[in-house]
């Protein structure tokens, strides 16, 4: 990442945190193009998408977009919600797991509430044969959410995985103090603004790290999700199970809905298991800032839409 692009990620990160960006975008956003990276603002938008995912031989994991909660009886309502999608899900036969944000289930509010939300929630998956992933939220979060991943699979719960972020500096050792979980693992490069005592500034530090994760993790047992759009990163660890011999069965590469679409199918064609994330519902702002910063070129797209209204 260029210097310039480096300086417009934080910016765009920060700006998204404004008031009345968030009432600008929030507007007009999906008109103007949140529609790429978002299966739509319901259920019932989101299914028809996840559908064709699945036709065109690819896995996909879904999301209800949210993240801060108020209060805990708004909780209750998400892990209703959360409940109402798994059973669909179900009915629907589709070939998709669910990924969810623990602040959305109170982890701000109550690191107790957020474990009994997840617990229940984790059950209801395993009775329907499904699968729930921990997303990895900012790093003020990240030890409730190791811990919550922990009790869980303490507690015999084998169908959760979580994720760890390359670009914190202590997390090379977070995997290390996994590994005797055998743990389902997405490895991820890290989406939020993080200050650089605590995170890698540099962008080739951060895919270094990545390589050296990935590598551990592959090596280190459990299942893995390779969860980047690097095509280096995607060949360097194709090449490093190979040669480790470490079978197919044993890791996923996901990308997300609306980004790198080709590769996604390219992958799979060669016979590797892939997995869209494929995120839907109302609450898409914060979401989609972060997938603009991600690629400050996307802001273009973002303004072209804009002028052609
Ligand atoms: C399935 C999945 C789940 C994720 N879960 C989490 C999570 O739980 N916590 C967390 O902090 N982060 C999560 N992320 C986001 C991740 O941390 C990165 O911010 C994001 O994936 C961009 O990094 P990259 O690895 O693709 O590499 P980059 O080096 O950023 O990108 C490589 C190339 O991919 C393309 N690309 C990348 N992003 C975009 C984009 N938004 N739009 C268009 N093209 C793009 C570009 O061509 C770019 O050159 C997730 C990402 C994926 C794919």
Redesign the pocket.
């Known amino acids: 990442?260029s210097t310039l692009q480096a300086v417009l990620r934080r910016a765009i990160l920060a700006a998204a945190e404004s008031e009345r960006m968030h009432r600008f975008v929030g507007k007009h956003g999906m008109r103007l193009g949140a529609a790429r990276f978002v299966a739509g603002e319901t259920l019932d938008a989101a299914v028809p998408v996840l559908r064709r995912l699945n036709e065109r031989g690819l896995l996909t994991n879904t999301t209800l977009l949210g993240e801060g909660v108020s209060d805990e009886a708004e909780t209750r309502c998400v892990v209703e919600l959360y409940k109402e999608l798994l059973d669909r899900i179900q009915t629907e036969q589709l070939r998709t797991n669910v990924?969810l944000k623990l602040t959305h289930l109170g982890l701000a509010l109550d690191e107790e509430v957020a474990y009994a939300n997840i617990s229940e929630l984790v059950d209801h998956a395993r009775d329907r044969d499904n699968f729930i992933r921990i997303?990895?939220?900012e790093s003020a979060y990240v030890d409730a959410t190791l811990r919550t991943y922990r009790r869980l699979r303490e507690s015999g719960r084998d169908n959760v995985g979580t994720?760890l972020?390359s670009y914190l500096y202590r997390t090379e050792q977070d995997l290390q103090g996994l590994l005797d979980l055998q743990p389902n693992l997405?490895l991820?490069?890290?989406?939020?603004l993080e200050p650089p005592d605590i995170a890698y500034p540099k962008?080739e530090d951060v895919?270094s790290a990545?390589e050296r994760l990935v590598e551990q993790k592959l090596s280190g047992g459990g299942y893995t999700a390779i969860?980047?759009?690097?095509e280096r990163?995607i060949e360097r660890a194709i090449a490093y199970a190979e040669r480790e011999q470490i079978g197919r069965e044993r890791f996923q590469f996901?990308?997300?809905y609306?980004?790198?679409p080709r590769l996604q199918l390219d992958l799979a064609q060669r016979g590797f298991s892939v997995?869209v994330?494929t995120p839907y519902g109302p609450d898409w702002y914060r979401y989609l800032m972060?997938?603009?910063a991600?690629?400050p070129a996307?802001l273009m797209f973002f303004a072209r839409s804009l002028v052609r209204r």
Do not use: F, I, S
């Open positions: 990442m990924a997303d990895m939220e994720v972020q997405r991820v490069k890290g989406a939020y962008k895919d990545y969860a980047t759009h690097d990163l996901q990308l997300l609306g980004v790198r997995l994330a972060r997938r603009l991600e690629r996307n």
